[in-house]
């Protein structure tokens, strides 16, 4: 199925150890929620915009899970029924913004850094322990993280969430970065892979004033 804009898209922090230490921080007891604004959306093909506020914007390759049907207060076996599918994400990050402030809606929520696609696959949660995410600069591996290595599995997470806000069709979390990360430049192209869903593909372009 194709990838429609969210109605709110919930990121995890430091979900994965790796992550976590390579930019000095400590994985949380829980997990650590952001939001990214619907309109920081592209679909797969569609140019990540470097803004000038930034001059360090890092990639960072996502499994992101697809909500299917309204989640309150979920346990972990209605989180399963809950989701639609798994979807590749690319939390595009102004590392420098996120340094600097204690809030990270700037850092993370500028138009176009979170391409989402090619598309949503549903798949079977007893599953979900196979998936792998890859990510991809100019055809070179950046990143490689396995859903086991998360902090929290991902039926944690959809639980978790919904004891705070209610879930809704077309929800989107996106469910934390291994390790890798890295700036983007003008001309480059990521690439963020999950075998047996696809590769989301977009180029970088810096903003035209």
């Known amino acids: 199925m194709s ?53 360090q914007v890092d990639f ?48 993370k929520g500028f138009d176009t850094f979170c391409p989402i696609g090619p598309r949503v696959v549903p798949v079977d949660p007893r599953r979900f322990d196979e998936l792998e995410v890859f990510c991809r600069v100019n055809g070179t591996e950046r990143q490689h993280g396995r859903a086991p290595d998360m902090a929290f599995s991902i039926l944690t997470l959809v639980s978790f969430v919904s ?4 879930l809704e069709p077309g929800d ?11 700036r983007l430049a003008p001309g480059d192209v990521v690439e963020v892979e999950i075998p047996g869903v696809g590769v989301l593909r977009n180029p970088v372009v810096a903003e035209q004033r």
């Open 172 to 182: 989107l979390i996106a469910t934390g970065t291994p390790a890798g990360v890295g």
């Open 60 to 107: 960072e390759g996502e499994i992101g899970v697809v909500i299917g049907r309204p989640l309150r207060r979920a346990t972990e076996t209605e989180a399963r029924a809950g989701i639609a599918g798994i979807t590749c994400v690319n939390d595009v990050t102004a590392r420098d913004l996120q340094r600097a402030e204690e809030q990270w809606t700037r850092a």
């Open 3 to 55: 990838v429609a804009r969210p109605g709110k898209i919930v990121g995890i922090g430091r979900n994965y150890r790796d992550h976590a230490a390579e930019l000095g921080n400590t994985v949380p007891a829980k997990p650590l929620l952001f939001f990214k604004p619907p309109t920081a959306v592209i679909a797969d093909g569609a140019a990540i915009v470097l803004p000038p506020e930034s001059q």
């Open 163 to 166: 004891q705070v806000m209610t």
